[in-house]
């Protein structure tokens, strides 16, 4: 039998987020700095724009199959906890704890923290606030954007959509650009005119699979969109469409404007076709882009990782203030200040070790994986329960999730292959082990109450 939607409870969320939003929300966590970068190294790992395009596809159609693996958890069992409930009931609390703890405490509060130092970068060449202008403006921006979460969804949902719509015009200011100029006639091989080897091809599918992160948290949205959980289909498929025409539009932009080979060769291609068409007002204008990319996904980031948190409220006694939430407002916000208090910590702590810092949130990669992967596999775990009828059903069972496991399964071994190069797979495990012992804490004092 499939779980109840939340939404009937003084203190359980309600249906208030329109759909609109919820497709800002999830274009707002999967557009990042990554679109800016991964273009570059795909082109030059590709080595050729059929097989370079061709990736991005690939990648498109990976994501959207874990989407539909999504959208059939998300009607079946809508929860704000998103995939941290999925986790719960294949796996048990205690596995989906552990989820929580790396969510809560480097995962999304790292990312947040990671973002708002970009966006505190770009700030500080507008106005300079002195030697640690960087994280005052990080500082800033985290409390800013958690206090408009704090008033209510319906006010995070404008903000998300209106910083959204920005976001997507200015990538389409640099698709402008790309086809404003024209790159030399021999940058560009004919297509399919070489073949890369199958581990470079593969290095490169890996760069587009993260560009396109970011979707699964549509999950916790699923018990708040308008119209009931099985909206959510239409909305997890519409976005990663908009996206998947995006990432190509740039794609295209920048092939046209640089070349294969200038792209491949460039470090800021984004930066490079700008200035091309614009001069340097264009250039600075694409600052401008990449700090409106950064506040979108810290503000989307916040809405579904506070969701995170207050399910481990609900589900732990010592941890109940967070399973508080506010109907009015719409939003929990205990779960929200505790989401933003470790993201300005995290700020902090960055500002001091920011090198470190940076590895890890990055060295984090295969607790995310491999938990993803958990996610796919509860798909056929909890199929044994017959649906109802405006249950979802995925599309080509079960050939879609295993799609979807294959991919998760490569992310963790090549994460944890890059990790193990750069001598940093402990990271990974200590984060672990420190939820381990949170865990065992929370279960001691579980038995004392």
């Known amino acids: 039998m499939s779980s109840s939607?939340?939404?009937?409870?003084?203190?359980?969320?309600?249906?208030?987020?329109?759909?609109?939003?919820?497709v800002a929300i999830i274009v707002g966590i999967v557009i990042g700095a990554g679109i800016f970068k991964t273009p570059s190294m795909v082109a030059g790992v590709s080595g050729d724009m059929g097989w370079a395009l061709s990736i991005w596809v690939a990648g498109a159609l990976i994501s959207i199959a874990g989407a539909l693996c999504?959208?059939?958890?998300s009607t079946r069992h809508a929860h704000a906890g998103g995939d941290y409930h999925f986790l719960e009931l294949a796996y048990g609390r205690h596995v989906a704890f552990l989820y929580a703890w790396a969510k809560a405490a480097v995962i999304n509060t790292g990312s947040i923290a990671?973002?708002?130092?970009?966006?505190?970068?770009?700030?500080?060449?507008v106005i300079h606030l002195g030697v640690h202008s960087t994280a005052i403006w990080a500082i800033g921006i985290v409390v800013a954007l958690t206090l408009v979460n704090l008033i209510g969804l319906q006010a995070s949902g404008r903000v998300q959509t209106l910083l959204a719509?920005?976001?997507?015009?200015?990538?389409?200011?640099?698709?402008?650009?790309?086809?404003s100029v024209s790159a030399p006639a021999d940058s560009t091989p004919p297509m399919f005119s070489s073949t890369p080897a199958l581990g470079m091809a593969g290095l490169a599918l890996v760069f587009v699979l993260l560009t396109f992160g970011g979707w699964n948290e549509a999950a916790y949205i699923s018990s708040e969109v308008a119209g009931g959980p099985r909206r959510i289909v239409s909305i997890i498929v519409i976005s990663l469409l908009l996206i998947t025409g995006i990432y190509l539009l740039v794609n295209l932009a920048l092939i046209h404007g640089l070349g294969l080979k200038g792209l491949a060769q460039s470090k800021a291609a984004a930066a490079d076709v700008m200035g091309a068409a614009f001069g340097p007002i264009g250039q600075k204008a694409l600052g401008l882009i990449v700090a409106l990319a950064a506040l979108t996904s810290i503000n989307a980031t916040m809405i579904v990782g506070a969701r995170s948190n207050f399910a481990l409220g609900l589900d732990w006694k010592a941890l109940r203030f967070m399973g508080r939430w506010n109907q009015s407002a719409g939003t929990p916000v205990p779960a929200l200040l505790?989401?933003?208090?470790?993201?300005?910590?995290?700020?902090?702590?960055?500002?001091w070790q920011h090198d470190g810092f940076e590895s890890m949130v990055e060295f984090t990669a295969p607790v995310f994986w491999s938990f993803l992967l958990m996610v796919g596999i509860a798909v056929f775990v909890l199929r044994r329960a017959p649906a109802g009828p405006d249950e979802y059903r995925v599309p080509w069972y079960p050939f879609t999730p295993l799609v979807f496991c294959a991919s998760c399964a490569w992310l963790a071994y090549s994460s944890i292959t890059y990790a193990a190069s750069r001598n940093a797979v402990h990271v990974s495990i200590g984060v672990m082990a420190v939820g381990l012992v949170a865990l065992l804490a929370l279960s001691i004092a579980e038995r004392r109450r």
Do not use: T
């Open 5 to 22: 939607p939340i939404g009937a409870g003084a203190d359980q969320p309600a249906q208030l987020l329109r759909p609109y939003a919820a």
């Open 70 to 73: 999504y959208a059939e958890l």
């Open 114 to 125: 990671l973002l708002a130092f970009v966006f505190g970068d770009y700030m500080s060449k």
């Open 165 to 179: 719509v920005f976001e997507v015009a200015g990538l389409i200011a640099v698709v402008i650009a790309g086809f």
């Open 338 to 351: 505790i989401q933003g208090l470790i993201s300005v910590a995290l700020v902090v702590f960055g500002l």
